[in-house]
């Protein structure tokens, strides 16, 4: 998902200034773009990485994740698109404002509906920590938004108007 918000933010980089619509799409996908990126590394690298890899009891599962985590995917989707945020940053300057935190959240809204209503229900389970079968998935919920929150000031995003 990050992927798309990523490459969306790239068009509009080189040519949305011709076309409304995806000038429109770009401007409304670059606080998502940078925000999610920020997120899905942050989450990965700092929680959910090291504590897969404590749980794992024994050598031959460690040494299958740590194949699993250096896959082409995981690497692309875990580590490539923070530096491919970084260089939309690098490309367009702009520092984000309250839209870019309202539209991430717009955004991850509702990808989080679409992934429970749909893909969750047909049994396709892309993210553990999005289960809504467990007890603490209204606190991961809720956590998410605070660390979107603060990946939005980490990266410079102010919360007045």
């Given at each position: 998902w990050s992927w798309t918000?990523?490459?969306?933010?790239?068009?509009?980089?080189?040519?949305?200034?011709?076309?409304?619509?995806?000038?429109?799409?770009?401007?409304?996908?670059?606080?998502?773009?940078?925000?999610n990126a920020a997120?899905?590394?942050?989450?990965?690298?700092?929680?959910?990485?090291?504590?897969?890899?404590?749980v794992m009891k024994s050598k031959k599962e460690r040494d299958w994740f740590f194949k699993f985590n250096a896959s082409f995917n995981l690497i692309n989707v875990h580590a490539v698109n923070?530096?491919?945020?970084?260089?939309?940053?690098?490309?367009?300057?702009?520092?984000?404002?309250?839209?870019?935190?309202?539209?991430?959240?717009?955004?991850?809204l509702l990808y989080t509906l679409l992934y429970l209503i749909v893909f969750d229900r047909q049994g396709y389970h892309f993210y553990i920590i999005l289960s809504p079968r467990?007890?603490?998935?209204?606190?991961?919920?809720s956590s998410l938004l605070g660390i979107m929150a603060f990946a939005y000031y980490c990266l410079g995003g102010k919360f007045e108007l």
């Open positions: 918000l990523i490459g969306v933010r790239f068009l509009a980089i080189f040519v949305g200034e011709n076309v409304p619509l995806i000038h429109f799409l770009g401007e409304f996908s670059h606080g998502p773009a940078m925000i997120v899905v590394f942050l989450v990965w690298w700092s929680v959910l990485f090291p504590l897969i890899f404590y923070i530096l491919l945020a970084y260089m939309i940053r690098t490309f367009i300057p702009r520092s984000l404002v309250l839209y870019d935190l309202w539209s991430t959240l717009t955004v991850s467990t007890n603490f998935c209204f606190l991961i919920y």
